[in-house]
């Protein structure tokens, strides 16, 4: 007991001794997070502050190891975890710390995030199994190491991206710790128990600043090297234990970063369609500031769902088989209805989405069919008439309204050939108009004109756009006059047939000038 009061109270009285000292370092440096739109404080704030987290828990853990007593022996049975543990956390540290200093590309935290975890693996710490004690075990076989690295990955980037409002990712982090401290002194893993109280120590010491108002923030620095201890470390809890307990628990204490980054993410992908790593303030603390909660009780709440989530965890180290499933989906429903009330018209707009999204993808691929068969007919084109063929046959199965080809001559522009459709697909009249000046093979230039139906949504006649502009790009029109001129004075009956200009139709050429 002593070893434990010891570490605990130690990392927390030398975190509050250093975050003062690294403010002051930070602000001499101008090593500090500036105010923007998606900042919530309005003056500058130190931003380094992870870096009492790693020197305060390595000042007490490491002298462990050298203990004479139970808690010695047990990290020294465990030091090849242990340390790749720590040595893997410390080069997180450092390319957050980086990101920090000099920014960082996401991808590239994301590869050395990767390349962490695989060491974790290769220490012997993996997901070899999913079981509930003896009622239920299902071994992971070749795909222990991909899920062990995924959920070291998960719990590195939801604590970062939780990170949005003061104390906020530091408080979560103290729930976990000390709910791992628990279930590592309910089995007995003294080592894993000393090394979360450790960190539950320093993010405890470092709290009283960054609480709101904040003093300090942890950085990516903090977030990184908390968010990896805490994966990595319930991995290697996880494999003294059963493994639902081991890690259905973390997971129900951090369900909220978990969740809320996995429903952002969706929602950027599908529904706004843009980078998953791109900012936004669609956050669950976003939302519940837009509901008229001032800072700090956001947080209390956000503390509140977490610890309710942390309660139901170690209920879950009292219960066998069935009743631990049931205590899970119980949390887990829990969960899913706080987001499910303040995220409600979110999830119908994803749904909405996906099915739009659906849609567009189906024609695109269609589109891109046609698209390359047409280009292997231009590419065969040894004629003008092949060549027109070719584009009739794009338009046709593009279902394009009409489209012709038009030759300046004396200044003005003449219709060459044209092709109309006679099929009624549509239900209404909307359609785009598009004109394509193209320079011809010399110095004579032509126009093509086309007529896309705009029925559905304007992103596919925008995309049927550019794919004939791609294409008049690859193949411009051959110089054939002669049979040109023949085309037009030709009436075919496949709908090849010359067309005059009219109001209502293409636009003329005193149209196309103005």
Known sequence: MKTYLTVYFGTLLLAMFLVPIVSRLAKRYRLVDSPGPRKVHKTPIPRIGGIVFIVSTLALVLPVFLLNNNIG???RESRTEFIVLLVGAGFIFMVGLFDDLFSVRGYIKLLCLIAASL?????????????????????????????????????????????????????????????????????????????????????????????????????????????????????????????????AIPFLI????????????????????????????????????????????????????????????VFMLTTEGGWSIGLLVGGLLLLFSIFACLHGRRYRGILIALKRNWAIAREARKEKHNFENAQLRMRESRSFRAWWEAVCVMAKKMHFQSIGVWKRCNGHYVNTCAWNTTEDIFTTDKTMKLILPLNGNGTEEWEIRARIWADSYLELSG?????LGR????????????????????????????????????????????
């Open 119 to 247: 060491t974790i693996c290769a220490s012997g710490a993996t997901m070899r199994s999913i079981s509930v004690g003896t009622w239920f075990v299902l071994e992971t076989g070749w795909a222990a190491w991909p899920l062990t690295v995924f959920w070291i990955v998960t719990i590195t980037v939801c604590l970062s991206v939780i990170d949005g409002l003061d104390g906020l990712a530091a408080g979560i982090a103290a729930i976990v710790c000390g709910s791992i401290v628990l279930l590592a002194l309910w089995v007995g893993q003294a080592a894993m128990a000393v090394l979360m109280l450790a960190l539950l120590g320093s993010v405890t010491g470092f709290l009283f600043f960054n609480f709101y108002p904040a003093k300090i923030f942890m950085g990516d620095c903090g977030s990184m090297f908390l968010g990896f201890m805490i994966g990595a470390g319930s991995i290697i809890y996880q494999t003294k234990t059963s493994t639902l307990v081991g890690l």
């Open 73 to 75: 022996q047990s990290f």
């Open 254 to 313: 951090m369900g909220i970063p978990i969740l809320d980054t996995g429903f952002v993410i969706i929602g950027r992908r599908f529904l706004e369609r843009r980078s998953i790593l791109s900012p936004d303030q669609n956050h669950l603390h976003h939302r519940l500031l837009n509901l008229g909660l001032n800072h700090r009780t956001v947080v209390i709440v956000i503390y509140a769902v977490t610890a309710i989530g942390a309660s139901i965890g």
């Open 463 to 467: 995309r049927q756009a550019m794919l």
């Open 471 to 514: 294409l008049m790009d690859e193949f411009p029109p051959p110089e054939q006059e002669k049979e040109a001129e023949a085309l037009g004075q030709r009436a075919d009956t496949t709908h090849l047939s010359t067309i005059k200009e009219k109001a209502g139709d293409l636009p003329s050429e005193e149209e196309r000038k103005n």
